[in-house]
């Protein structure tokens, strides 16, 4: 039994800041990878951030310098930090957990992010 609950979206003006949390039910290091994603209506769901159970991350580019994906291990819980957020940035972001050798993945139920004036 694997959960993912996101939390942290909202409504924010441009330039502003969120923080997203995932809390995931049992330790987020049996997981090959975290990540979070994105999608907009009418788009296909895209990689925002990924951290391996290793500590490595990487970013879409579009989002490099402005957000940082972390992890709390004792709290079961990965984070993204979203600064400088554009109007582009607003999607419903869901976080993905990954085991990579049956490559088999969850994901929370989204949490809504909305950019705007």
């Known amino acids: 039994q694997v959960q993912l609950v996101e939390s942290g979206g909202g409504l924010v003006q441009p330039g502003g800041s969120l923080r997203l949390s995932c809390v995931v039910s049992g330790s987020i290091l049996r997981f090959n990878a975290m990540g979070w994603y994105r999608q907009t209506p009418g788009k296909e769901r895209e990689l925002v951030a990924r951290?391996?159970?290793?500590?490595?991350?990487t970013y879409a580019d579009s989002v490099k310098c402005r957000f940082t994906i972390s992890r709390d291990n004792a709290k079961n819980t990965v984070y993204l930090q979203m600064n400088s957020l554009k109007p582009e940035d607003a999607a419903v972001y869901y976080c993905n957990a990954r085991f990579d050798v049956t490559s088999v993945e969850f994901w929370g139920q989204g949490t809504q992010v909305t950019v705007s004036s």
């Open positions: 951290i391996r159970s290793g500590g490595t991350t």
